[in-house]
């Protein structure tokens, strides 16, 4: 079974940047999509930013537009998160997930991944 491994996590102040990393343990993995959510204490996981693997294109939450830039490298099989201009508000766990297929609801949706990683902590101090 395919695992996801993410990293780059920590504590920066606002107004700082981090870069996230996501691994797949398997070279054979094509999943259609690929990306990043988050969920911060007491809050519902959220979409944040995804990749489709076949043309590489990207979609954000409006939240995170113009600030994080999301790419992949199908040949390492691995997606990247640069996140600039970070704000407190970008406080949470950062989980790594790819979708097989372009399930229903949609590619931004919680629901239709089927692979997850287990998280990496970024915090933001004001």
């Known amino acids: 079974q395919v695992q996801l491994v993410e990293s780059g996590g920590g504590l920066v102040e606002a107004g700082g940047s981090l870069r996230l990393s996501c691994a797949a343990s398997?070279?054979?993995?094509?999943?259609?999509?690929m990306g990043w959510f988050r969920q911060a204490p007491g809050k519902e996981r959220e979409f944040v930013a995804t990749?489709?693997?076949?043309?590489?294109?990207?979609y954000y939450t409006d939240s995170v537009k113009d600030r994080f830039t999301l790419s992949g490298d199908n040949a390492k099989n691995m997606v990247y998160l640069q996140m600039n201009s970070l704000k407190p508000e970008d406080t949470a766990v950062y989980y790594c997930?790819?979708?097989?297929?372009?399930?229903?609801?949609?590619?931004?949706?919680?629901?239709?991944?089927?692979?997850w990683g287990q998280g990496t902590q970024v915090t933001v101090s004001s």
């Open positions: 398997e070279r054979t993995f094509r999943p259609y999509a």
């Open positions: 997930a790819a979708t097989p297929a372009a399930y229903t609801p949609g590619i931004t949706t919680t629901s239709s991944y089927r692979y």
């Open positions: 990749i489709r693997r076949s043309g590489g294109t990207t």
